[in-house]
């Protein structure tokens, strides 16, 4: 009785295990566009803190349990923030953070006004960068 429960459990977690493939489903799209929400916070809260932007991930530590998985996003290099890059006013808004595949494969990025939006790995090249 014991060895079928067992083996019914260990059954259970290799269909879970073979679910989490490459292929990911749109709800991980939606994980990282708040992973960069997230991320955006911690900056706006560092920078209306501050006066200025943070330079460093050691910046952002205070705002960590708050924003738990943006940070993690940022620490794990999931996410790719310019560090320093400041809105400049009266010019569009440019890319302060990204999803670490967008400049190849295209993805989500964090525009310097807080906006998420999906760019083109084509779209993101030519788009105009924070501190740049």
């Not at 994980?31 to 200025?52: F, N, S």
Request: aromatic share 6%; with cysteine.
């Amino acid at each position: 009785m014991r060895t079928a429960f067992w083996t019914g459990i260990v059954a259970a977690v290799g269909l879970l295990a073979g679910c989490s493939g490459e292929s990911a489903p749109q709800g991980h799209i939606a994980g990282r566009e708040e992973e960069l929400r997230e991320v955006w916070q911690m900056y706006k809260d560092h920078l209306d803190a501050r006066k200025r932007p943070p330079a460093k991930l050691q910046d952002l530590v205070p705002y960590e349990p708050a924003a738990i998985n943006g940070f993690g996003a940022l620490r794990d290099d999931r996410v790719v923030l310019l560090w320093g890059g400041s809105a400049t006013a009266g010019q569009p808004p440019r890319v302060l953070a990204y999803e670490k595949e967008v400049p190849e494969k295209g993805g989500a990025v964090l525009l310097q006004d807080g906006t998420v939006k999906a760019m083109t790995a084509d779209e993101f090249k030519s788009a105009p960068k924070a501190g740049k």
